[in-house]
């Protein structure tokens, strides 16, 4: 994303971030509600607004920084609250309430690279809104598939770990909720030894093939960013 301006970059990049992370955690709330908890909706946190989701480091400082320095934005939202002990069935219930937001993830992937294709055949007919679609629908596959599968490693207090807590029996789920306060250096230590490049990339990669086999769409351009 060299050939463009920091402000060019804030355009393409924010509306789709700012909706992968609100989306992502009010499919949480939302799930949980039709569990029976009712915490997310009392406080507020079943919106759209994202002032309501703001964490001031995930969704200001990390994706301005990572915007500077790598031309790309990511980040995540405040947590929606979640009373375990009012879902119907907590144990397997909070399953599905983790799963909601990588599903959220998906639909969002899916309608981003809809709009990728209308883009497509405008640019390709001649009309000028046609690119900045292109890029911006771009911008939002990548952000949706990447939290998806980010979200989905079985690594408390990520998603997956949620899932994984939840098929796991009793003593053994404790043991591994026990791994939640360290999860993201964890994380982090994956990351750095190589879990991006041979793990989550080939994934990412994978859906890109898929996306665009479902969209007529050559899978190369979710990698023009």
Do not use: C
């Amino acid at each position: 994303m060299d050939e463009f301006s920091l402000v060019q970059k804030i355009i393409i990049w924010a509306l789709p971030v700012i909706l992968a992370i609100t989306v992502h955690e009010v499919a949480h709330g939302w799930a949980a509600l039709q569990l029976g908890d009712r915490t997310a909706q009392m406080m507020g946190r079943l919106t759209l607004n994202p002032i309501k989701h703001v964490d001031p480091l995930g969704t200001l400082v990390v994706p301005g920084l990572m915007l500077m320095l790598t031309g790309m934005m990511f980040g995540w939202a405040k947590p929606v609250p979640v009373t375990y002990q009012n879902l119907r069935k907590p144990k397997s219930d909070m399953a599905w309430v983790a799963l909601a937001g990588p599903v959220a993830n998906l639909t969002m992937a899916a309608i981003w690279a809809m709009v990728v294709k209308i883009g497509i055949l405008l640019t390709q007919s001649g009309i000028n809104i046609g690119p900045p679609m292109v890029y911006m629908g771009v911008a939002g596959v990548l952000i949706n598939t990447m939290m998806m599968i980010f979200n989905l490693l079985p690594l408390p207090p990520l998603d997956g770990g949620r899932v994984l807590v939840s098929f796991l029996p009793g003593p053994l789920a404790w043991k591994v909720q026990q791994i939640e306060p360290y999860g993201i250096f964890i994380l982090v230590g994956l990351l750095y030894i190589g879990l991006g490049s041979l793990v989550l990339w080939p994934l990412i990669n994978a859906f890109f093939s898929l996306l665009g086999l479902l969209f007529y769409i050559p899978p190369e351009i979710f990698l023009i960013l």
